[in-house]
Each structure stands twice: as C-alpha cells, then as structure tokens.
C-alpha cells in the first residue's frame, strides 16, 4: 500500500528543473506532497484529487494521473531553498483518514 | 503562535522506562495523528483520531497508548521503551471529518532516544 517514489536522491544546481515520481498500485483518491528539511518537521506542499488536475505551489507544481495511479512533483529553475526531501503521500477512496507515505526523494540544490 | 506543538521535543531515557509525550493544536482541527519517523527517514502512521474518536489503529505494539482528551489533544504513552522505539515522533492534525484528503499539518517532532 506504501507509494514508490523515484528517484530516491537528485543533485541539482540552482536553476535546473527535477522531476519526482509517485506512483501506486492501488486506486488513489488523493496525493499529498510534503517536503521536509533536516531536523524539521514536514511541511504540506499541495494536494490533489483525482481528477487529474495540476496544482502549483511557487515554481514548484504536481499533476496527478489518476489512470496510471501515478503523480509528479515538478522542480522548475530550483532554489537553494528547495532543498530537503520530498515526501507523497496517498490515500486510497476506501480509507478517508490514513495518509501512506513513500520513502522520499532527497534533493539537494548546490549554488 | 505555533500551530501543533509537541513536548519534549527530546527524551533520552533508558530501555524499560516508560514515557509521554504531549501533542496540542490550535488550529481548531478535528483529526489528529501520531507518525514514527525512523532512521531511514521513512514516515509511518500509527494513530489517528477524529473528534477523540479512534480511527487508526496501525499495527503498533499494544505498549503504545494514545489518548485523547479533546479534539485539540492528542497524547502518546509508551511502557517498557526498548531500543527499537528510537525515532521521532511527529505529531499532527488536519480540519474536517475525512482527515486524509485535508493538508495535515505537523508539529516539531520528538526526538526519543532510548539508552
């Protein structure tokens, strides 16, 4: 029931664009996208339901492919300030309250 | 100010102690959740509570208590610590009655150390 992510780590340099990868096995309702910094707590990025829509959240932005079961969390003209790991989480239509999150994508963005 | 608070946000205690840690949110949300962050960074829910009413139970050692005295409160008792029970600890909440399509919001974590 855990999503995959991949990949597991990215380097980036400031400026360049990354894409991360959620994907699942079963029918999703929803995804989450959080991301978390060292030694902090993980702070919400967006949602999004099905239905396929993208949201956006500063240059960073998701689509959610309900079909393939898969989301993308898009990392355009990064940011020293992106840096951190990147968390999805998913929950099936079936369970309203339990959120499973993947392992998540380390990304480090150097100057 | 802060949103979801947790105390400590250390505790370094021996094996066979027993321990709480507390959880308060502000934010007038009606689901609340306890997460293990282990080593490998990997986020795993164990409770979660919507009105003090138990939703989630995962399958976690009956050592680990949760209570709820009132929606804005979530607390985590844990008996006979043992070495695997190193983690941190995330607290967190989130508004409406289905709590996992709602952005959860997380408090600082605590770290727990067992010696």
């Known amino acids: 029931q855990q999503p995959v992510q991949s990949p597991q780590a990215v380097i980036l340099r400031e400026g360049e664009d990354a894409v991360i990868n959620c994907s699942s096995s079963?029918?999703?309702?929803?995804v989450h996208w959080y991301r978390q910094k060292h030694g902090e707590a993980p702070v919400f990025l967006m949602i999004l339901l099905k239905g396929g829509e993208q949201k956006g959240h500063e240059k960073i932005s998701a689509s959610f492919n309900e079909k393939k079961q898969q989301s993308s969390l898009y990392l355009t003209a990064s940011q020293l300030s992106y840096s951190g790991t990147y968390f999805c989480?998913?929950?099936?239509?079936?369970?309203?309250?339990?959120?499973?999150f993947g392992a998540g994508t380390t990304v480090t963005v150097r100057a | 100010d802060t949103a979801v608070s947790q105390t400590p946000k250390y505790l370094v205690t021996q094996m066979g102690n027993d321990k709480s840690i507390k959880c308060e949110q502000n934010l007038g949300h009606d689901t609340m959740y306890w997460y293990k962050q282990d080593s490998k960074k990997f986020l795993k829910i164990m409770f979660s509570y919507n009105n003090k009413e138990l939703i989630i139970n995962e399958t976690v050692p009956n050592r680990f208590s949760p209570k709820s005295p009132d929606k804005a409160h979530l607390n985590l008792h844990i008996n006979s610590l043992e070495l695997g029970d190193s983690a941190v600890y995330f607290c967190a909440s989130s508004k409406g009655g289905l709590g996992a399509h709602q952005p959860q919001h997380f408090g600082d974590g605590t770290r727990l150390s067992i010696l």
């Open positions: 079963k029918a999703l309702y929803s």
């Open positions: 989480g998913t929950d099936l239509p079936s369970n309203d309250y339990k959120l499973s």
